[in-house]
Every structure is written in structure tokens, then in C-alpha cells.
């Protein structure tokens, strides 16, 4: 698992995001992890893969594990991508008041 992790990085870091995506869903499939699912997540928005990026997004949500405020940012880039507006301005709210409460400056 570590392996895949550092060459699912890797492949991100060099902006290769379908080897990126394969990686990471190699270790998902080893090992559920709310980190790997929200990179998955993130991966699947720059590839423009919405259906997928949103039954990612409902698996991540039902994470007891996912980090709320980053889950409610990616809500918020998807809703943005699908033209969903006022949905994007609710979860962009809502990310930024769950970041203020958890001390993130991100």
C-alpha cells in the first residue's frame, strides 16, 4: 500500500492523473482511506469525470473518517462544474465555516 500511495503521488505530482486515478484505486481497493478517497475525488474533477466524481463524493460523505471540510470543498467544485450555483455558494459556505471551526487555514 505504501507503494502505491508514493507512485499515485508521484504520477500527481508530474501531472499524470489517470495513472494517478489507477493508483490510488489500486490502494482503495486493497484499504478503504478517506485521504485516498478525497485525492480520487480530486482526480476525477480535473479529468472532468462527473459521474463518477459524484458517487465518489457520496461514498466520501458516508466516511465516518472524511475530512469535512475538504469533503465540503470538493461539494462545492463539483456543484460549480455542473452548474449547480447555489448549491456551490451553500457547500463553499459550509466548507469555510467547518475550516474555521477545525483551525484550518488551508
Known sequence: LHYLELAARRA?????????????????????RSGWRVEEARLLHLLGERVE????????????????????????DYAEA???????RAALQAARALAADSGDRH
Do not use: K
Not at 500527481?12 to 478503504?32: G, I, K, M, P, V
Not at 466524481?53 to 462545492?76: H, N, S, Y
Open 53 to 76: 466524481e459524484a458517487a465518489v463524493l457520496a461514498r466520501l460523505a458516508a466516511l465516518p473518517d472524511a475530512p469535512q471540510p475538504a469533503t465540503a470543498f470538493l461539494r462545492a
Open 82 to 88: 455542473v452548474n449547480a450555483y447555489d448549491e456551490s
Open 12 to 32: 500527481q505530482h508530474d501531472y499524470a492523473n489517470e495513472t494517478a486515478l489507477r493508483y490510488f484505486r489500486a490502494a482503495l481497493a486493497l484499504e478503504e
